[in-house]
């Protein structure tokens, strides 16, 4: 079913990428809209990853699992993100991670193929993917040089700065899977620092 109300989704476009008033209202109409329950897993590891999402409200978290289902979290995303797979081995292999709802949220999504075609027949998907692709080294690199040079209470501190409003809607566990650690130690390193 289509959204009636996008004028988020049309907004950050216009802001973020500068699409034109027409353009972005047009694409937009192609979206859809999703309501989903906490804990929905709207990307399950094995599966093609082939929707990019717009989040309306609520927050997503990607992560990995283990064969005996040990999760360990690779990102968090809260309102007006676009997540896609940015990666191109991401859009042609399956996902080695799954992708599910830690709130309620409501999502604008469609098929990325879809999206894709659109801005590239409007020559502007290389404008559109490169500053995602960089950002994406960047977070990758930055997430590197903590786990290699940094102790857990600077890694929990640098968390704590980075995801700003979103780490106080995280439960304490996921906040320790994403650092690497038990949540015993998470829970030490709260005690030190208050």
């Given amino acids: 079913m289509h959204t009636q109300n996008t004028s988020s989704l049309i907004n950050f476009l216009k802001k973020k990428h500068h699409f034109n008033d027409n353009f972005s209202a047009d694409l937009v109409s192609q979206f859809k809209i999703e309501k989903l329950d906490k804990q929905t897993t709207i990307l399950h590891a094995g599966e093609r990853w082939n929707k990019i999402y717009f989040i309306e409200q609520g927050l997503l978290r990607l992560y990995y699992c283990t064969e005996n289902g040990k999760e360990f979290n690779k990102g968090f995303f809260a309102e007006n ?114």
């Fill in 81 to 194: 993100s676009l997540v896609w797979p940015i990666a191109p081995s991401a859009r042609h292999s399956k996902s080695l991670f799954s992708i599910d709802c830690v709130e309620n949220s409501r999502v604008l999504w469609m098929p990325f193929c879809e999206f894709q075609d659109q801005l590239k027949q409007h020559n502007i998907w290389p404008s559109f993917a490169l500053p995602y692709a960089e950002n994406l080294a960047d977070q990758k690199f930055l997430r590197e040089h903590q786990f290699l040079v940094n102790d857990a209470k600077s890694r929990y501190l640098h968390l704590k700065q980075e995801l700003g409003d979103i780490f106080e809607r995280l439960p304490d566990y996921h906040i320790a899977s994403y650092m690497g650690i038990t949540a015993i130690a998470l829970s030490r390193i709260k005690s030190q620092i208050t």
